[in-house]
């Protein structure tokens, strides 16, 4: 399976005139999700929410967050199962580590290790909910999510959603997917060419609450004034480039024309897919 995530800044990151003086920070959010043009209904899911008040948030807003807060928790997540089941899978992953956060108290240590036991406690959860409800069983739900707080990301990821930072004009992807084609590819058993070959490719290799044991992918990184941190579901990046993806986020006048763009661009494509897309930008 894919190696684990392991978050670094950028070279160049600590920029003239980048680092935050003042007593608070200020973060500018907004989330959106999106049902797509073939889907029936959304499994999809995402949550903005303040680790020290618990509130959520569902459009595009300033949180300012004094130093030494808890900070914030957006992620997103992609159901699976029969019925509704995937429904159920992705917005009970969010709630349950949202609440896991949160009971760590404020400021959290180790919030890295405690986004990680979060994530596992949430693959739990699913899991117990898939074997005693039929209406629910196979569930499952992929989780890809940060934790940001003063100049400090601490993400936590699991399945084939992704995050990816925003930086001086640069695009790059900070999760790996935990699908077949990376299995097979960092393995050596093929190239990459050959492995993007393959019908089966993306099947996803790590889920919540598939199986009693999950393993989670962590890392860190620092935050400069002006980074934006994206999370998106496959049904952006399956079918708009990393390429596209950067312009529109370079072209957009904020953060709410940027996440309609990419939405509207992956339902100009046939929208395939549920579509959600989640940007935290640390303002300038």
């Not at 920029?15 to 029936?40: A, N, P, W, Y």
């Not at 579901?233 to 990419?262: C, F, P, Q, W």
């Amino acid at each position: 399976r894919a190696a684990p995530l392991r978050a670094t800044a950028p070279s160049g990151r600590a920029t003239k005139g980048s680092t935050i003086t003042s007593s608070d920070v200020i973060f500018e959010v907004h989330g959106r999700t999106d049902r797509g043009l073939k889907r029936e209904g959304n499994e999809d899911a995402f949550l903005i929410a303040d680790l020290d008040t618990g509130a959520r948030w569902s459009a595009a807003c300033t949180v300012n967050k004094a130093r030494g807060d808890s900070g914030l928790l957006c992620a997103v997540s992609d159901g699976m199962g029969g019925a509704r089941a995937g429904e159920v899978a992705s917005q009970m992953a969010l709630d349950v580590v949202l609440e896991a956060l949160r009971a760590a108290g404020a400021p959290a240590r180790d919030p890295e290790s405690r986004l990680r036991q979060s994530i596992l406690r949430a693959n739990d959860a699913v899991f117990r909910r898939s074997e005693a409800d039929v209406a629910c069983h196979g569930m499952g739900t992929t989780f890809t999510g940060v934790v940001v707080a003063e100049q400090a990301c601490f993400l936590g990821h699991v399945g084939d959603s992704r995050a990816y930072l925003h930086h001086e004009g640069v695009l790059r992807q900070l999760t790996r997917d935990h699908s077949l084609m990376n299995f097979l590819v960092d393995y050596g058993v093929m190239s990459s060419d050959q492995a993007e070959a393959l019908v089966n490719r993306n099947i996803i290799l790590e889920a919540l609450g598939v199986k009693r044991d999950v393993s989670v992918d962590t890392g860190s990184l620092s935050l400069v004034r002006g980074d934006t941190i994206l999370l998106c579901t496959d049904g952006l990046y399956a079918t708009v480039s990393d390429a596209e993806i950067h312009d529109r986020l370079a072209a957009a006048a904020d953060l709410e024309a940027a996440a309609d763009s990419l939405i509207e661009e992956a339902n100009r494509r046939g929208g395939p897919d549920n579509i959600t897309v989640v940007l935290c930008r640390l303002a300038a």
